[in-house]
């Protein structure tokens, strides 16, 4: 750990080296690694970060370019080196120091005290502290420090020996890659720990996945044992995994005794890795000499398992002492010092009734599992989606099976597997259907693709979707239109499309049960309302496969009337920002299809909006006109879309990416990567928020 003048020390060093524009000595080459070291720290131990990105990088630059001028200083365990250590075609085997044992398991209070009676005889006394920390839901690593070096980095494997996951190890910016064990006279040290992904990067990732029609990755567990096997380090980087390390298994020193009195209990060794900065339970770790405190803790740990930003699936309880520790050694399979509290399940078996298939906006068939209702984990669960063909395939799943359902905390319920052992002979295959389940048209399914698709654009199920989308709220916005009312008007033949919207007999709607006058006219200001939206949200609103908001918005700032966009080829659209191939391609056929203009012929006459105002505006008048604006960071005075709204009404045009066609890039906060792109191309004027607010005043 950082001593409070250490801290002062290294952040005004790293103030003068980015004020500083004096050419680099090789002096500099060490406290700028201390200097990144003690950024990463902060940034990824303490979540207080004390650079912006934007100052880090470029301490993160400075140290790069000094070792590019100086390669002979270039030391393994420079942050420069994270990434460089290459791509291999395998991962070798390793073998751990000491075997990596798992953990007997606990459910209950009375178990607990079966256990601490055990411990008790074993120790051969009453007077045993114990150490509660949580059980992190990982993959379990193991990692060796020579002369305070990371050496290695080993998955957990058959306990015995692992794959040597070095290279992907040195991605997670939270483990050093050395500290200074030389204070302990430690040589060699084996530190067991677990890599996890936080819950908010595994939803940001899966909705990732989503939107490329990829199935999700079931849990954050999978997805960290996962990502340590990916082969490409900087793909592993990308991915955002964390650490905690959670004991210390083996280590030499040059005076053994001094050390062991030192490192004398799980809780001063886990303490001491923590100050010399490795991440560490040392927030949740706690002490308790009566086995009844544990219980009690490990009760109320278990309620606040949700709010923590990682999952836990329990407790673990060690005894804290190393010296009782080794009097009461291990059976084969694990130590009789430490125990798992198991937090209740959540998993469960159901069977699997049938198999129902949705059909999506774009014409996407979904096959959903029906379930017995089951609950798990507080919560009752009887649908789940099974994504595509493929999952039902690769999980063998059959009408009837006994099926393992998991629903972990934030995350959606899948199935785990199907229990096969258990089948009757009476479980009957699940069918694909090859026609649409709602408009009987052909199913198609394209070579890139898991998904079959309804490609009737008239059908039924997609139609409604589409209105729901349509008046959503990042589309045009129609308060009271929620899937409820839209599905309702539609059964009635009050809506049909998007056009008849806009021509509600409202007559036929007073009569309908819970429509008051209030509610009728709510419904009908926010319709009235929604024509003037801005054309980005009438584009993004259509539903063109692949467009969402961001490539509505570059679509729209393309044109002043979005007929210009019915004769654009592929090629063309492929000039703008971010559109490739596959999204010009689905934009051309959309706008080609003649039902597709008529419907937009049809919404003109209706009174609504297909101009870009802002666009029009540009061309003829405002300071700013035809410039255009990207914004990134943190605003301090205004929110983005405010500070959008006021460029665009002197005539800026906001644009959705950093390209040459970019004139200003104004920065907040933590600006990151548009800002080092921006630099990069040379070519975009970069504006503080102050100087932006200034030329808007101007
Ligand atoms: P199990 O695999 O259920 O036998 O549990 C043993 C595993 O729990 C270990 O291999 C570790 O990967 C994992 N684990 C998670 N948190 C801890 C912790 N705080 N202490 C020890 N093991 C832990
Ligand atoms: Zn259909």
């Known amino acids: 750990m950082y001593t409070k003048q250490q801290e002062l020390q290294y952040f005004e060093q790293g103030k003068r080296f980015l004020e500083n524009e004096s050419p680099l000595e090789t002096s500099d080459v060490e406290p700028l690694r201390t200097i990144i070291n003690y950024a990463d720290w902060k940034y990824y131990l303490q979540s207080e970060p004390v650079f912006s990105d934007y100052e880090y990088d470029l301490l993160f630059k400075k140290l790069l370019q000094l070792e590019t001028l100086h390669p002979e200083m270039i030391t393994t365990d420079s942050p420069t ?7 291999s075609e395998r991962f070798n085997q390793a073998a751990h120091l000491v075997p990596m044992l798992s953990l007997d398991n606990t459910y209950n209070a009375q178990d607990l005290y ?10 051969g006394t009453n007077n045993i502290e114990y150490c509660v920390e949580p059980k992190y839901d990982g993959a379990s690593i193991s990692l060796v420090y020579e002369n305070g070096k990371l050496v290695r980095g080993v998955t957990r494997g058959d306990g015995i020996t692992g794959e040597d996951i070095t290279a992907n190890i040195r991605q997670i910016r939270s483990i050093p890659l050395s500290a200074n064990f030389d204070a302990e006279q430690i040589q060699q040290i084996e530190i067991r720990g677990e890599v996890v992904i936080h819950k908010d990067v595994f939803a940001a990732y899966n909705a990732q996945r989503a939107k490329e029609n990829l199935p999700p990755l079931a849990n954050p567990r999978n997805a960290a044992s996962g990502t340590l096997r990916i082969l490409n380090p900087e793909e592993v980087r990308k991915r955002k995994l964390s650490a905690i390390l959670y004991s210390i298994s083996y280590y030499t020193a040059t005076a053994p005794e001094q050390t062991a009195a030192k490192l004398d209990t799980h809780y001063n060794a886990i303490s001491r890795l923590y100050q010399l900065g490795f991440p560490t339970p040392h927030e949740e770790m706690k002490r308790f000499s009566a086995i009844e405190d544990v219980i009690a803790y490990c009760q109320t740990f278990e309620d606040r398992r949700d709010s923590l930003p990682y999952e836990v699936d329990g407790l673990v309880i060690k005894v804290n002492h190393f010296e009782l520790q080794e009097k009461m050694g291990m059976t084969s399979h694990h130590p009789r010092w430490a125990v798992a509290y198991k937090f209740k399940a959540r998993q469960a078996t159901a069977t699997l009734l049938q198999v129902v298939f949705q059909v999506g906006r774009t014409g996407t068939i979904t096959p959903v599992a029906k379930i017995t209702p089951t609950p798990i984990g507080g919560v009752m669960v009887s649908s789940i989606s099974l994504f595509n063909e493929d999952v039902i395939r690769e999980k063998d799943l059959m009408i009837g099976d006994t099926v393992l359902v998991e629903r972990a905390g934030d995350v959606i319920p899948y199935i785990v597997k199907s229990l096969n052992e258990l089948r009757k002979g009476t479980e009957a295959p699940i069918i694909f259907p090859t026609h649409c389940p709602d408009c009987e048209q052909p199913l198609e399914k394209t070579e890139d693709e898991a998904v079959w698709r309804c490609i009737n654009i008239s059908c039924p199920s997609q139609v409604i979707e589409r209105l729901i989308h349509f008046c959503s709220k990042d589309a045009m916005d129609i308060r009271g239109m929620g899937e409820a009312n839209v599905k309702k008007f539609y059964s009635l033949g009050i809506i049909k499309d998007i056009p008849s919207l806009f021509r509600i007999d409202w007559d036929s709607i007073k009569n309908l049960d819970g429509f008051g006058a209030k509610s009728i006219n709510n419904l009908q200001a926010a319709i009235t309302h ?12 259509l539903g063109i496969r692949h467009v969402g908001e961001t490539m509505a918005k570059t679509l729209a700032h393309s044109v002043t009337h979005i007929n210009e966009l019915f004769d654009r080829d592929a090629a063309q659209l492929m000039t703008l920002d971010d559109i490739g191939p596959k999204v010009a391609t689905s934009i051309v056929d959309f706008f080609s299809l003649s ?17 870009n105002n802002l666009n029009i505006a540009a061309t003829t008048q405002g300071s700013l006109s035809g410039k255009t604006f990207l914004f990134t960071g943190t605003l301090q005075h205004y929110k983005r879309s405010e500070a959008e709204a006021k460029a665009e009404a002197k005539g800026g045009i906001i644009v959705g990416s950093v390209s040459s066609k970019l004139n200003y890039l104004v920065v907040g906060a933590e600006a990151g990567s548009k800002l080092e792109k921006a630099k990069k191309l040379g070519t975009v004027t970069i504006l503080t928020e102050e100087a932006f607010l200034k030329m808007i005043e101007a």
Do not use: M
Request: proline residues 2%; positive net charge.
């Open 114 to 123: 079966d256990w601490d009676a055990r411990c008790k005889e074993f120790a």
């Open 81 to 87: 080196q994270r990434v460089a250590y290459g791509l």
């Open 595 to 611: 039902e597709n203009r008529l419907q937009l012929h049809e919404l003109k006459t209706l009174g609504i909006n297909l101009e």
């Open 530 to 541: 929604s024509k003037q939206q801005p054309l980005h949200r009438l584009i993004f609103g």
